[in-house]
């Protein structure tokens, strides 16, 4: 069965810090997709990044790099000089292709608190 | 505002009673998507309709649950005799295609007491 987890329920930081919000996936189809959602305060889950399981290739988008390791089926996601505005809930999430694209499963977040 | 749209943004009704939540899609989005998140965790998936099809449902969306996109654009979900474990935030979601980014709206936030 497809799983998510985020063993890290709750991070504080001091700003300018960096931080890696860990996330581990269970699945047992060949061919599927991770991503990374950003939930502010305001409620609405901003997309961030979406890999697929042929592509190992690190990513890294300005402050965020995403390490995706399908030998340890980790998918980590790496903010680099932390700032508050980074201050939100993470979550990591999978999606099969073979059994359903569409039916995305959310790991239960990361909440990520940055401090001035 | 381009963006997915949510209606009411809050919601306070007392059990037994029925709700009905509204979606607008981003334009030209064939598919549209309803999440309930509650406190504390992350979304679980509900249903998804392809344009008006309604092509899965979860075993989380009881009979007293009913989702409809009858012209393929705006979305409903209704709760039939609401109970307090229906207390969520109901999340929707739209996307161009099956293999597209999906952006989600800012939820309705269902209080049942």
């Known amino acids: 069965a497809q799983k998510v987890t985020q063993a890290q329920t709750e991070i504080s930081v001091v700003e300018k810090e960096d931080v890696t919000l860990d996330c581990v996936y269970e699945?047992?189809?060949?061919?599927?997709?991770l991503f990374w959602y950003k939930q502010p305060p305001s409620g609405e889950l901003v997309f961030l990044i979406r890999?697929?399981?042929?592509?190992?290739q690190n990513e890294i988008s300005g402050r965020y790099s995403w390490n995706f390791q399908k030998s340890t089926s980790s998918f980590n996601f790496t903010i680099t000089a932390s700032q508050v505005v980074d201050s939100a809930v993470y979550f990591c999430?999978?999606?099969?292709?073979?059994?359903?694209?569409?039916?995305?499963?959310f790991g239960p977040g990361t909440s990520l608190s940055v401090i001035p | 505002d381009t963006g997915v749209s949510q209606n009411p943004r809050h919601k306070i009704t007392k059990r037994g009673q029925n709700v009905t939540f509204r979606c607008d899609p981003i334009?030209?989005?064939?598919?549209l998507y309803w999440y309930r998140q509650t406190l504390g965790q992350g979304p679980e998936f509900l249903t998804y309709?392809?344009?008006?099809?309604?092509?899965?449902k979860s075993r989380l969306l009881s009979d007293r649950f009913s989702a409809e996109r009858p012209k393929g654009s705006f979305s409903t979900l209704e709760i039939q005799r609401t109970e307090q474990g229906d207390s969520a935030m109901y999340l929707c979601?739209?996307?161009?295609?099956?293999?597209?980014?999906?952006?989600f709206g800012q939820g309705t936030r269902l209080t049942v007491v």
């Open positions: 334009s030209e989005h064939n598919r």
């Open positions: 309709f392809q344009n008006e099809a309604q092509l899965e």
């Open positions: 999430a999978l999606s099969e292709w073979e059994t359903s694209y569409d039916k995305v499963i």
């Open positions: 979601a739209s996307s161009l295609e099956e293999d597209s980014e999906a952006f």
């Open positions: 890999r697929n399981s042929f592509d190992e």
């Open positions: 699945t047992r189809d060949t061919t599927y997709y």
